[in-house]
């Protein structure tokens, strides 16, 4: 039991550590401060991770952080977080692929023994990972794809961890037999961290293979979804609808987070709702804007943001608005009187209309009653925040989508909406010097280290901040350029790798035998193009209002390939997130 100063220490102790919790959550609290008054702070901390905003009228919420496809495929019910039993029962979904939680380029169920089985064991295998013990030496090709399931021309990552295997005994190899004119490719594969598996032409191919060099060992390979903590409707038949009815008030508030897709411009896509004609309902026929619709013709339109949408639409009796959270803009107006309208709730489609929706929603938040505040709505862009940070860069760009024929082909648009665009100057675009559609760098702007500028507006980057993205340069020389924001980020072209500058002008570190980093932050880790983790030296440098530089700085050029960019202010992102904002950053369009 310990004597009565054993049982103090711990007493002081346990006062300390709890001191220090409350620290970490943002709390000033002084050594000084009597004990019982930590009960107080304890009682205002969230009860968890996923603890929503306290806001009135909440009768149904949905979040598809941390679901599987796995789980839904089990029991497909979309819970209502807040126990009223508005679940939603999800029909339709493969639960694997792009219809279902998570969003997956390759199906890992299609992978295959490819030896007897007292040789190979596949010990657990999913839509997206599969566990394998090898359990003789001499086995080359373990497990494959056959080549009318796999789906060239589409880049992806996988996660593997492994026992048994060292850099360079794994790959991944598209095998093409002795009768075709293809080649054989190969991709070596990290034992033990993440690789990017390039989009392949397809040529006649045999097979896809995963070679472990004839090692005895087990591995786990696990594909990285696209879109985490989503459920993707695939826009032909998948939908949820509630068990019992959701009746709306003729005052309410409808929270709704999600990524819109759209193949066909003319096509109409119902988000959400329950009935058009009566109460509720979002949809979008194109990329450009969305629709509230508060009972029959009476609707108004919101823009969109390129990629990852928040939107809060709202009545108060004949009084409706639609807000877009992350750029604050508010379209107003007015609709007919109320009409009762008891009924069912929907998802991917509404009531009224089997128009399926094909997007990707994290999640909705519906409050009956009740017109939320600026507050409100402030609380709801936090916890997403929270909850997805590599969805919100501060400053993001992509040329995906872009051509040189394009009338706007000297502007790449800011994806967040702000306005701050990349200006391209003295681009030829042609070969060499413009959006490359084919070859090593198809969908890569290029430029041609002569006189090729490619510049931001304006603007300051905080202490901490994250810089993820796609580029590379792409020639040996030593030059005093490549991405440059004075005086807080300096990455140089070199004959040997690259040179980079960290919150500082002279804290200089060589990278060797790298040309492109997927993702920068401001404490000093970088991460390779194989998402190799790199200590660096930093400095502290105070920001100004200067502009991003790509590929100059002043008069002098360098030789790069640019994709896509984005900069995450006042966050430093782990590296999993680094990864999963990477991941979406592909995933883009510009506009």
Known sequence: MGTISDKLMRVINTKEDIRKALISKGYDV??????????????????????????????????????????????????DKTGNGHDLQLKNFSWKGMSGVGGYVQDFNYFKNNATVDKIRIDEQGSNFIKVTILTTGIGNAIYIPKNIYQFNKSYFIKISSEGYDEGDMALSFYAPSTSTATTVTVSLNP???????????????????????????????????????????GVGD?????????????????????????????????????????????????????????????????????????????????????????????????????ENAGLYYLWKNATYASFAKAAIAGQTICNGYFSTDEDDEKVLDWYKKQYPWLFPDQAWTVTGKT????????????????????????????????????????????????????????KIDKDFTIVGDWKFIIDENKGCGLVKVPKLFIYNSKTGLDIYIN???????????????????????????????????????????????????????????KNLGIYNNQLLSKDDCIKAYNYLQTLKSK
């Open 30 to 79: 002084p050594a000084s401060i009597p004990f019982k008054e930590y009960a107080k702070m304890i009682l205002d901390l969230p009860c968890n991770a996923d603890s929503f905003p306290d806001i009135e009228g909440i009768v149904a919420r949905y979040s598809a952080s941390g679901l599987t496809n796995e789980q839904m495929a089990a029991n497909p019910v979309w819970v």
């Open 192 to 234: 033990n961290g993440v690789t990017e598996i390039p989009a392949i032409k397809e040529d006649d191919f045999l097979a896809v293979y995963i070679n472990v060099s004839g090692k005895v060992g087990s591995f786990t390979v696990e594909q990285l979804p696209l879109y985490p903590g989503f459920i993707l409707g695939d």
């Open 239 to 339: 939908f949820a609808v509630t068990e019992k009815e959701l009746n709306f008030e003729d005052t309410y508030t409808v929270y709704t987070a999600f990524i819109p897709f759209q193949n066909n411009p003319t096509r109409n896509m119902v988000l959400c709702g329950a009935d058009s004609k009566k109460t509720f309902s979002m949809q979008y026929s194109s990329l450009v804007y969305v629709s509230f619709i508060a009972g029959n013709n009476y609707y108004i339109n919101a823009d969109f943001v390129n990629g990852l949408n928040l939107f809060a639409c709202k009545r108060n009796g004949n009084n409706i608005c639609i807000k877009n959270l992350l750029t604050n803009k508010v379209v107003t107006g007015t609709c007919g009187d109320w009409v």
């Open 404 to 459: 040189n024929e394009d009338e706007d082909r000297a502007t790449i648009a800011n994806i967040t909406g702000n306005g701050n665009n990349l200006v391209l100057s003295n681009f030829g675009f042609a070969e060499g010097s413009g959006y490359n559609e084919e070859g090593e760098y198809a969908g890569y702007l290029v430029t041609d280290g002569v006189d090729d500028k490619i510049a931001s507006s304006d603007f």
């Open 504 to 562: 500082s002008n002279s804290i200089k570190n060589i990278l060797s035998g790298i040309k492109g980093l997927n993702a920068v932050c401001s404490d000093g880790r970088v991460y390779d193009c194989n998402w190799n983790e790199i200590s660096v030296k930093y400095g502290n440098m105070v920001d100004i209002n200067s502009s991003f530089l790509i590929a100059n700085s002043g008069n002098i050029f360098t030789k790069m390939a640019f």
